[in-house]
């Protein structure tokens, strides 16, 4: 199964993970600082920065999307309970 | 003493073209929870006349809507009403919002950007979020003919949505809750109420102080403007002497305390507190081995001997902060959420954040300290380390592993680590 690597930058631990994972879930078992409320992409709560690695990170949904827009994200958030990584090497850190 | 509104609802004259129409609330003795008000407040909200039609400038909280409809009246009709600004839209500002809008149906509604969704929890109807006018770009001023209404973006103070209005040909600023407080007095003016400057303090001290860096990037904005006059949305209308109260929030907005660290120099507050000498002990051995990194400075405190306040100032200017705690029946130990639930004063996020703790059965405290911390957003960069009744010479070496880590993280020189995610279980 093809992997990737997530830097959190917050607390300076990468973790290797299987493709598809959702950064929330590798967040919250390293302790990293991204905060989460729905986890089911409706309350913005989640929202990251993605530093590095943006395309290695599936595209998001028109759920997402509305949602980022509403929060006013900039381009390099994401949610955090959404974005799945396909691969390569990602950094994020709480936005 | 609070003077009761005796006067009949009319405008109240505040410039040339200008009117106060807002409401008095001199009973309120509590506001948003978190404020006390021995003097009540006002909701301010003001009226701007020019050649072309008139603008409102904030509404009321809506149980003193009929009183702000009432004095509107008595200065324009509802079909001269070109544009309705909200600087902020929280309750107390907005709660007359949809009725003015239904009764002025031709204006327009300006607000910032980062209003929009605050605004649908406000309005509900399409029609009315049709007339919406984002307060940035061309937008970012409106006309009443021979005059203008200018727009500055000054967000997070308090809230992300808010903005201040300046009418440039009075040299007016109209700046929302800045410079505001919670003061009621039926004579509006800054040089005919009460000494109210405690309340200045008070408002800028809980409401605008956790927005420190925003207040300094508004100062930028609002200092060169000099304004001749200050119409906030709560308390007195400053006249006399205005740019003193813009003086003023430069100098609250001002670091507290002189750190002696040099700017270069890392700075770890550990604060504990210890039943039986067992989490002093793990807090020494932690200070120990914080203190082996160069460039980080080290103060230990033990909260039960100490006040809340002078400890949520030393953490604003902190770097980084440990907690330790016993856990007694199965949770973190008073002094420490007092002092936590006390952080939401001052700008805590970003900074480095850890706990640590003795315990007898359990021993709880110690992640729900970190779970508290990272909702707090500062970064937790490890779990802190727990000791079972008096700590073993190993487990006060982990602490004091702990401590040097921590100042590692600090100073930016921890060693990355990398983990495979089937390892975490």
Known sequence: MPKA??????IGITVTVPAGTRLIEVSEKVGAGILYGCREGECGTCMTRIVQGAA???EPSVLEDRVLKDNLAGRDIRLACQAQVLGGEIVVRPA | MA?????????????????????LDPGLRQFDIILRTANG????????????????IDTVKENYADTFFARLESVARYDEIRAIVLNHLEPDHSGALPELMARAPQATLHISARAQATLKGVLRGEEELSRVRITTGEQASVSLGDRQLAFLQTPYLHWPDTQCTWLPDACLLFS??????????????????????F???????????PFREHVLNALELIE???PALI?????????EAPCDYVRRYRQLAAPLLHNEAATSEKTLLVFYVSAYGATERMAQALRDGAETVEGVRVSLYDLAGGEVAPFVDLIEEADGLVFGSPTVNGDAVKPVWDLLSSLTLVNVKGKLGAAFGSYGWSGEAVGLIEDRLRGLKLRVPAAGPRARLKPTDEELRACRDFGRDLSLHLTGRIEKRIIDMAALG
């Open chain 2, 199 to 209: 309340s200045f303090d008070y408002y800028y001290q809980h409401i605008m102080r």
């Open chain 1, 56 to 58: 290695n990170l599936a």
């Open chain 2, 3 to 23: 003077l009761a509104d005796t006067r009949p609802p009319v405008a109240v004259p505040v410039a040339d073209g200008v009117h106060w129409i807002g409401a």
């Open chain 2, 224 to 226: 060169p403007l000099a």
């Open chain 2, 176 to 197: 929302g809750d800045v410079f505001g407080c919670h003061f009621c007095d039926a004579r509006l003016f800054n040089d005919r109420v009460g000494d109210f400057r």
């Open chain 1, 5 to 10: 690597n997530v830097t959190f930058e917050d």
């Open chain 2, 41 to 56: 407040t006002s909701y301010n909200a003001y009226c701007v006349r020019g050649r072309d039609g008139v603008a409102v």
């Open chain 2, 231 to 239: 119409a906030p949305a709560h308390g007195p209308i400053l006249r």
